[in-house]
C-alpha cells in the first residue's frame, strides 16, 4: 500500500482506507452498523449534533458523521498515539473537529474535553478492552456528559452466554469467512500494525502504543442485557439494541 506522497509527507488517506479494510476483515457488516449509527443520530438529535466520538482510533465514526451531517462537530479521544496520528492527519485544518489525547480509564479524563455536555456520544468496536467494572464506571461518566435527550451508542462485540451453541456456530462461520478472506489477500490485525511500524512518520507512535497497551488489549464482553441495565442504572432513560449482526450488537441509550 502506498503510505507517502513525497515531498507532502504520509499519505493519511492511505492509512484511513488500510485501517477500514483491515477492520473489515473482523466485520464485514462494519458499514451497516455505522449507517444506522448515523440514522439513529439523526432521529434523536438532529443533523448538527456535538458529536463525543469515544476511542475514537483513526476518526473512522468522524469522517462518516461529517460527511453525512457537514454541520456536525466532533471531539475525538482516544489514547493510541499511532490512530491519533492517522486521525490528526486526516482531519488538520478541519475546524469542526478537536482531538483529545485521554485514557478512559482515568476519573479525570472528561476534564480535558472542549465541552461539558454532547448531544451524541458515539463509540465502535472499542470498549471490549475494558473489564466491566471500569466499564460500568466509564457508563456513569457518559451519562453525565450527554445532555437530557441525547443519546449513546456503543456498536460492539457483546456476547450472549446464555446461548453457547448458537455462539459456537456463529463464531465458526466467521472465521471461516475470515479465513477465506485472508486467502485473498486481507490484512489482520498484526499485520497491519507490521506496516504502521516501518512507516517513518508512524514507527515511534507505534513503538508507544505497545508500551501502553501490548499486543492487544482484551477486556470482557458481556451481553447486551448486561449492557442496557448498566446503562440505565448509570442515568439513561431507556436503552436496547437497535442493530444487531450474528456477532455483534449497536446498543442505543436515551437520556
Known amino acids: 500500500m502506498a503510505t507517502s506522497t513525497g515531498t ?3 499519505d493519511w488517506h492511505a492509512w484511513q482506507e488500510s485501517w477500514d479494510r483491515q477492520q473489515e476483515w473482523y466485520m464485514p457488516d462494519r458499514e ?38 457537514p454541520d456536525a462537530t466532533s471531539t475525538g479521544v482516544d489514547l493510541d498515539p499511532a490512530l491519533l496520528a492517522i486521525a490528526r492527519g486526516t482531519f488538520e485544518g478541519d475546524g469542526r473537529v478537536t482531538l483529545v489525547d485521554a485514557d478512559l480509564k482515568d476519573p479525570e479524563w472528561t476534564t480535558r474535553l472542549p465541552y461539558d455536555s454532547y448531544d451524541c456520544v458515539l463509540t465502535a468496536t472499542a470498549l ?13 461518566q457518559v451519562a453525565e456528559l450527554v445532555r437530557d435527550g441525547g443519546v449513546f451508542m456503543n456498536a460492539d462485540h457483546m456476547i450472549d ?16 469467512g475470515m479465513d477465506q478472506a485472508k486467502r485473498d489477500g486481507a490484512l489482520d490485525w498484526a499485520e497491519w500494525w507490521q506496516l504502521a511500524a516501518q512507516d517513518p512518520v508512524l514507527a515511534g507512535p507505534t513503538a508507544r502504543r505497545y508500551e501502553i497497551y501490548g499486543e ?6 458481556p451481553s447486551p442485557d448486561w449492557h442496557a441495565r448498566t446503562l440505565r442504572a448509570a442515568g439513561f432513560g431507556e436503552a436496547r439494541p437497535v442493530w444487531c449482526s450474528p456477532s455483534d450488537t449497536l446498543l442505543l441509550a436515551l437520556k
Open 8 to 10: 507532502t509527507g504520509t
Open 32 to 69: 451497516e452498523r455505522f449507517r444506522i449509527m448515523l440514522d439513529m443520530t439523526e432521529a434523536l438529535v438532529g443533523t448538527a449534533p456535538r458529536v463525543l466520538d469515544l476511542a475514537c482510533g483513526t476518526g473512522s465514526i468522524t469522517a462518516r458523521l461529517l460527511a453525512r451531517f
Open 128 to 140: 471490549h478492552w475494558l473489564h466491566s467494572e471500569p466499564l460500568a464506571a466509564l457508563y456513569g
Open 161 to 176: 452466554e446464555t446461548t453457547p451453541r448458537i455462539n459456537a456456530a456463529e463464531r465458526a462461520r466467521r472465521h471461516a
Open 216 to 221: 492487544h488489549a482484551d477486556g470482557d464482553m
